[in-house]
């Protein structure tokens, strides 16, 4: 069964502390690895897809890394508008178009 | 703009109820899915179609059911509500019909409470 896993479930940072959260997967032949944002009461927001090793994408304060076995979405220097739940998701060759969620990191930046 | 739609947004039912969630996609999609998000589990897949007359089971598919007999609408039905199904509910579109361009496209949700 495909698994996805992020950590930390919750991040407290202060406003210009860079940090980064972790999207670990155990499928086989990614076909693609998918970030998203949601803020509360909201639908998930895409961000980016990645699909392959070694691929890195970026948008504002977002750089979103993979290798064969995770992702890391890095956040330099946030502000308090960052603030929000980042999902992963993941397409494996046997799902078609379907996508597995991890559970989301819960991310608050302080004034 | 194109965009993809839920209604209602907020639904108050009670156990035993057939209850019924509408997702309406202007962007042409051929993938729709509709998810349910618990605290705890994340998003958890239900049904999904790949196009007109198309439907498939996901994850968490008991209890629900889903028609699509055009490209723009995806309807989410709950033939017998009950307590278990009080969630989140998210609507999802995506134009892939391959390997990649299957971003999904969330809808605002539906938060529905069965008493």
């Known amino acids: 069964e495909d698994q996805v896993t992020q950590s930390p479930e919750a991040l407290r940072l202060q406003e210009g502390e860079s940090s980064s959260l972790n999207c670990s997967y155990t499928?086989?032949?990614?076909?693609?690895l998918f970030w998203y944002r949601q803020d509360p009461g909201k639908g998930p927001e895409f961000l980016f897809t990645?699909?392959?090793a070694g691929e890195e994408k970026e948008k504002e304060r977002l750089k979103a890394t993979l290798t064969k076995k995770e992702s890391f979405l890095h956040i330099t220097a946030p502000k308090p508008e960052d603030s929000a739940t980042y999902l992963c998701?993941?397409?494996?060759?046997?799902?078609?178009?379907?996508?597995?969620f991890g559970s989301g990191t819960q991310l608050t930046v302080l004034p | 703009d194109a965009e993809i739609t839920q209604s209602p947004r907020h639904k108050i039912t009670e156990t035993g109820r057939q209850v019924t969630l509408a997702c309406h996609q202007t962007?042409?999609?051929?993938?729709m899915f509709w998810y349910r998000q618990d605290l705890g589990h994340g998003l958890r897949l239900i049904h999904y179609?790949?196009?007109?007359?198309?439907?498939n089971k996901g994850e968490v598919s008991d209890g629900y059911s889903v028609s699509r007999s055009n490209t723009e609408d995806l309807p989410l039905t709950l033939e017998s509500a009950a307590s278990s199904q009080t969630s989140v509910y998210f609507c999802?579109?995506?134009?892939?019909?391959?390997?990649?361009?299957?971003?999904?496209?969330f809808g605002p949700g539906t938060r529905l409470t069965v008493l």
């Open positions: 990645l699909y392959s």
């Open positions: 962007w042409n999609h051929n993938n």
């Open positions: 179609s790949y196009g007109v007359h198309d439907t």
């Open positions: 999802a579109s995506s134009p892939g019909t391959s390997g990649r361009f299957n971003e999904q496209f």
């Open positions: 499928v086989s032949g990614l076909r693609g």
């Open positions: 998701a993941v397409q494996a060759p046997g799902s078609a178009r379907q996508l597995t």
